[in-house]
């Protein structure tokens, strides 16, 4: 497993970008595949994006298409989550997951290490 540590949540205004940061301990970052998720207030975490440990392959959730880009560097043992267009329904906690093998994944149960979250505010 691996320690993963985000960054970069704040708050920001309607229309505002954030970029969120998750660094990953250890040596074999590029064997894992990374997600995004996140959890608003009283609801359950919810997915966000995935890219493979190649960077080839990526998924979003249908709310975020076209405002999200996931990408990583495998050198710097970070995943990023540029986020545009903020709108206020993006406030949450957002949660860096990391997991192995071969597919691509959605769903929680295939990430076996989580950061702590970071917060993000969209403010109207």
């Known amino acids: 497993q691996v320690q993963l540590v985000e960054s970069g949540g704040g708050l920001v205004q309607a229309g505002g970008s954030l970029r969120l940061s998750c660094v990953a301990s250890?040596?074999?970052?590029?064997?894992?595949?990374m997600g995004w998720f996140r959890q608003a207030p009283g609801k359950e975490r919810e997915f966000v994006a995935f890219?493979?440990?190649?960077?080839?392959?990526?998924l979003y959730v249908d709310s975020v298409k076209g405002r999200f880009t996931i990408s990583r560097d495998n050198a710097k043992n970070t995943v990023y989550l540029q986020m545009n267009s903020l709108k206020p329904e993006d406030t949450a906690v957002y949660y860096c997951a990391a997991g192995q093998g071969s597919y691509i994944a959605n769903t929680e149960s295939r990430f076996g290490s989580w950061g702590q979250g970071t917060q993000v505010t969209v403010s109207s």
């Open positions: 890219i493979s440990w190649s960077g080839i392959s990526t």
């Open positions: 250890g040596r074999t970052f590029s064997s894992y595949y």
